[in-house]
Structures are given as C-alpha cells and as structure tokens.
C-alpha cells in the first residue's frame, strides 16, 4: 500500500513522485489542514482513493449534502481562523456547494473548495456530471482556476490558501479533471507568500492615521462600530484598549459580536434592524463614527441617505472595494484592523467621555421595560425564544461557542446570549442563509472539540440541511442542537403581519416530529412545550453525554423588536 | 447623471480574465458598448478598454470591484469629455 503522506512526512524530498490525488494530500499537508468537509462522487474518486490509502492521516467528515459539507467547513474556519477545505465531486457535488460559497464570500470566510472535474478531453462536451464550475462560482469566489496539467497542482494550490485566507479573506475554488488527479508528478511545495498582481495593503498611512486620532481625541461624542474585520484580524485586544484609552462607547455589528467582551461597560449593544436601541438612536447623535471591519451593511444603516448625517466618519476596512461603497465617509483607511488600532492606540489622549457614555443608559433601560424584560422573564402565555436563550446562555459553560440558523431566533439569539470570549459566534450573516446552522454546527465542534457547541436553529432552517443530524451521529459529534419551533417560518411571518396585513402566504409548517427523527437517526432528543419544565430539559441537554436536540415549542406568532422599520432610519427604530 | 465611460483595466492574461472583469458590469446591468483587449506593451499583462454609459459614483465602485478580482493589476475610468482631469488614477494619459 502506497501511503504518500507518511513517506513524505518522514523524508521530505523534493521531487518525489507522486499521482496529482497525492499532491492534494500533500499539498493540504504543507498548508497545515487536518480536516476535510465532504463527499465522494465519480469524478472525484482518484483523490478519495488517495485519501483513503492514507487512512488516518486526515480528518475527514462525510456529510450527507455537498451544502452541509461546505456549511460546516465554514463553522470550523469561523472559530478556528484555519481555512476550511472542501472535497466534493462535478457536476451536481460541484452546484451544491455554491449556497455555501455566496455565504462565505460575503462573510469573509477562508475557504478552499476542490471539485471534481471530468476528464480533461471531454470537458466542454456535456459530458456526465460535467458543469462549468469556474464559469458559475465566478461572482461568488475570491479566486477560482482548474488545473490543467499536473505540473500546475502544487503551485495552484499553494496560491489558492494564500488567497483565501490572506487581505479580506475569501472562498478559492479549485477544479481538478479526473485525469490530472491519476498523473504522475515530482512533488515540490513552496507556499506562496506574495501575488503580483495582489497585495492586500495591512498597513495604513500614518498621515490618515494621526488625522484620525486628531479627529477622535478632538469628539465630544465619538463612537466605534466595529465588525467582524476586528475578529479576523485577531484584534480584538487593541478593540479593547482603542475602546477604554478613548472611553469611547462602542457597538457591534453581527458578525462583530464577541470582539468585545459583551460585558463590558463601554459595550453597548448590537446595531441594525434588530439591534439594541440605544447604539442605534446614538448613531443619529454621536459627533465621530469610527467603523472598523463594517461594511456600513444596509441592515446595519437603515436608510442610507440619512444615517449619521451629523457625524464626522472614518472608515477603516481591509477591503478598499467597502470604503465609500455605502456609505460615503470623511477619512477612508485601507488596513488591516489590527495594524490601524496599533497605530493609532499610542496616539489617543485619555479622555474621560463618561457622561457620553452613560447617556446610552436610559435609552438602554427603556429598551429592557418594553422589550427585554418581557422577551427574557414572561410570567405567561406559552415559551419565548428570548427566556429560552439566556437559559441556554446561562446553562452552557463557559466554554461556549454560539452557533445559529437564520431568522427570528437568529436575532433573539444574538440579542439575548451575552458573548465575552472572542470568535464564539458563528452565525449566516450577508447571505442570510437557511440550513446553515446545524452543519456549521458540526464544523464548528470538529474545530472546537473541548467547546460546548450550542446550535440555536429554527424549525424552518433546520429541515432545510436535517439530514446533517446523521453525520451527527456517525461522527460522534457532542453538539446540542435547540429547535425553537413557532411551526412558522417566523421572520418572513412577522413581516407579513407588519407589513402585509397578516396575509400569512406559505409560512406556515407542518413539522415532522423532530424527536423522533432526531432519535431514528441516533441522536437523542426531547421535547419541552411548558415553562414549568423548561429547567429541566435544559439541564438534560447539557448534561447528556454526548450530543442531544431539544425542541423547544414556542409562542406562534411571537415579533423580534426592537425593529428598524424597512426604509426607515435608524433613529426611527420601533420598540413595539 | 449618466455619461460615457472609458474603463481600462491591466490585468495578468489568463483564462477566464475577461469573463471575471465582464461579471462586475453585467452584475449593475451596465451594457458594454465597444470593447478592446490586447496585450499590453508588458508581456504577460493584457490592456481591457470597455466604453460604458453610467454615473461618476457607480464608474468609481466599478473600478474598485475589478481592481479587486485577484489578477488586475491596476483599472482607471476615464469621463468624456474633459478626461485629464477626471482621471481616477493620474498615472496614465488616455486619448480618446
């Protein structure tokens, strides 16, 4: 039995022959990967052959959807800062993956996908199981090339990895023809480390960074929005200092959350449409804005053309395509989030800003007696998704990792499971994707073996990707999946009723039972429909070995509020 | 308001270059109204004229997105009339 790796590990001689399957391995083993997310198929055989006489010198995960396979790649990059990589076949293993590349191409997720491609004499002839991936995941990839000679494989490879995970990192895909993968080669690796034609610029120019810190030490009312740039750059200890040696009030974005302990006292909450109250109503008074690692998304904004309309506005971001694309701004940056905050952090004036800082209270407090309080401690009437989860936050441990669907519960999550340890959030954000959650889930507990992995997921996303629960199971994998099941699909439902006149058009579930099927497919499961037992199962969840799922029947036709109105402004936010 | 556009882009030839840097004008609907592409006076960089109908701000998103695409070396839109000084980037001199 040939086993590439093990020879190449102990004698690492260049120009080793080996088939392109086995520089795959070898190339994945040069960039540091132990985990594979994927799933067999014709075309992509020779690799998994490859992979399969190297038994035991990769982790690889066989989910049952080429989507849960790419879903989870992405949990396991989000908390682990590695690149994920994906193994799937053409044609239809290749098409499915592409929800999941749109998802992590908007989240700035590194990914490195490989799929199967037809022999190379019969591309272009619709052959079986032949697509034209390059040419489909073309607006939803970073970068993507096939290889069309063995030669190539090594170096291609080496510049997908520098690609996905360097500057704003990205989905790379990489096509491999059958043919190529059965060709003999002399393996060299050299990672690459530059691109001619690509040079992410980390650092930022000092002149625009001391304006800057002119700018901030000169407010009366300065805030930071950060985002998810700050957990990508590993920053989150200079958010910190940049936060306090300011005393600069602050706010997240979704995927910004947990870059700042959510415990914090200058931390005041999330922005956007479902965000915290008082973060949004203060961007409409707040003299400075310093955005670091946002996007200025249009859920963050509200209404573009009048948002911080008052405010000076610097914007600092990794990807110079977001500076001035929505939201035009008076100092743009382009920078790594890190390098700016130590730049700029020796350049800031204490300042005491502690009236500023406690104006966001009463709003704060207003926000708790017309929503929070009733979200998280109803007296009556059936579950809220909010009590669930700051019960679910509150039994987890403090090795949490938080991950989500999308939708209602998506947003109580975020708003009601407090976040104090950086990257424990993994959560769909730019794409907005239903199904993500419970195979991001498995990616993110491959990543995170000694984390407690929490998948809050509605009943709608979760049927989406459901056959995700018996990859659960076969690869033992200790996640606690929570169903909250409203039997709506509950945001679209909302929405409806404010907006549409409660026409509640093809939003309403018939469920399967989630227990049952949980339990057909190994994974152990309960249900709690009555507050009185809410403890109780909650208590169980954590406290079975091994992973479990709770659905928790809540309220029907509970709304998520606070809310920003569609076309609205921020200031304008709802409370009811 | 819409005016003519010149978007030039430098870019490392390779398969699939022009597909990617048509992607980010057929994304907005902006048709391309004439097209050029040769190879540069460098060897290996290939020079993409595209004319284009749009406004100042959304030409100026344009050359970023495809300064963007991992090949492109640099992109710079030119205004009609007037060019000189609308030039994105002053690096070059374009006649038109």
């Known amino acids: 039995m040939r086993t590439c790796v093990k020879t190449y590990r102990e004698n690492k001689k260049p120009g080793m022959k080996v088939t392109g399957s086995e520089a795959v391995l070898l190339s994945l083993l040069e960039e540091g990967v132990d985990t594979l997310f994927g799933y067999p198929g014709g075309a992509i055989m020779p690799f998994y052959d490859a992979l399969h006489l190297n038994d035991g010198c990769f982790n690889h995960v066989l989910t049952r959807h080429e989507q849960g396979a790419i879903h989870a790649a992405q949990g396991y990059a989000r908390v682990t800062h590695k690149t994920g990589v994906v193994i799937t076949t053409s044609g239809p293993g290749a098409t499915n993956i592409l929800t999941g590349l749109a998802d992590a191409y908007l989240d700035s997720t590194p990914l490195v996908c490989f799929t199967g491609q037809v022999v190379g004499n019969l591309i272009g002839s619709d052959a079986f199981q032949e697509t034209d991936i390059l040419t489909i995941s073309m607006a939803v990839t970073k970068w993507n090339a096939r290889v069309n000679r063995v030669e190539e494989l090594p170096e291609l490879i080496a510049k997908a990895f520098f690609i996905a995970r360097s500057g704003r990192p990205g989905p790379v895909l990489i096509d491999l023809p059958k043919d190529v993968m059965m060709s003999k080669m002399a393996f060299t690796y050299t990672q690459v480390q530059s691109l001619r034609t690509y040079e992410p610029k980390m650092e930022p120019d000092p002149d625009l960074v001391a304006k800057a810190a002119q700018w901030l030490n000169n407010a009366q009312k300065p805030m930071i929005l950060f985002g998810q740039g700050v957990v990508l750059a590993k920053a989150e200890e200079e958010l910190r200092q940049l936060v306090e040696q300011s005393g600069s009030p602050a706010a997240a974005t979704l995927l910004g959350l947990s870059a700042l302990p959510a415990s914090h006292p200058l931390y005041k909450g999330m922005l956007g449409m479902h965000g915290n109250y008082a973060p949004n109503m203060k961007t409409g008074e707040a003299d400075l804005i310093l955005a670091i690692g946002m996007r200025f998304d249009d859920r963050v904004t509200g209404t573009v053309s009048t948002y911080l309309k008052q405010a000076r506005i610097i914007h600092v971001d990794i990807d110079p395509t977001e500076l001035n694309k929505n939201k035009e701004v008076d100092l743009q940056i382009e920078a790594d989030a890190k390098a700016f905050m130590q730049r700029i952090i020796p350049m800031i004036q204490p300042a005491d800003r502690t009236a500023w800082s406690d104006s966001f209270t009463p709003l704060y407090e207003e926000e708790f007696n017309q929503v929070i309080k009733q979200d998280i401690s109803p007296r009556s009437g059936k579950i809220k998704m909010g009590e669930v989860i700051r019960k679910l936050s509150a039994g987890v441990g403090e090795k949490a990792i938080l991950v989500t669907d999308v939708g209602q519960h998506q947003m109580k999550a975020a708003r009601y499971f407090p976040l104090d340890r950086p990257r424990t959030l993994v959560t769909s954000g730019g794409l907005g994707t239903m199904g993500f959650g419970l195979p991001a889930a498995i990616g993110a507990q491959v990543g995170c073996p000694d984390s407690t992995v929490v998948a809050i997921v509605g009943d709608g996303g979760i049927q989406m990707t459901i056959q995700e629960l018996i990859t659960i199971a076969q690869e033992g994998i200790p996640v606690k999946v929570v169903v909250l099941s409203n039997g709506y699909l509950g945001m679209v439902r909302q929405w409806q009723e404010l907006f549409f006149e409660s026409r509640y058009a093809s939003t309403t579930l018939l469920n399967p039972d989630f227990v049952k099927l949980s339990e057909a497919c190994g994974v152990p499961a309960d249900r709690v429909e009555k507050r009185e037992e809410l403890d109780e199962k909650i208590h169980k969840l954590f406290h079975t070995p091994g992973n479990f799922l709770l659905e928790v029947v809540v309220e029907k036709e509970e709304n998520v509020f606070p809310m920003v109105p569609p076309g609205a402004a921020v200031t304008e936010m709802i409370l009811k | ?96």
Not at chain 2, 12 to 18: F, P, S, W
Not at chain 2, 19 to 27: E, L, T
Not at chain 2, 54 to 65: H, L, M, P
């Open chain 2, 1 to 96: 308001m819409k005016k003519e556009y010149l978007v030039t882009t430098l870019a490392q030839d390779r398969v699939g270059l022009l597909s990617r840097v048509a992607m980010v004008f057929s994304r907005r609907g902006i048709n391309i109204e004439r097209l050029t592409l040769a190879e540069s006076a460098m060897k290996g960089i290939a020079s993409i004229s595209m004319v284009i109908h749009t406004d100042g701000r959304t030409a100026r998103q344009i050359v970023k997105q495809i300064e963007k695409q991992v090949e492109v070396l640099q992109a710079f839109a030119a205004e009609r009339p007037g060019i000189n000084q609308h030039m994105e980037k002053d690096l070059q001199m374009v006649t038109y």
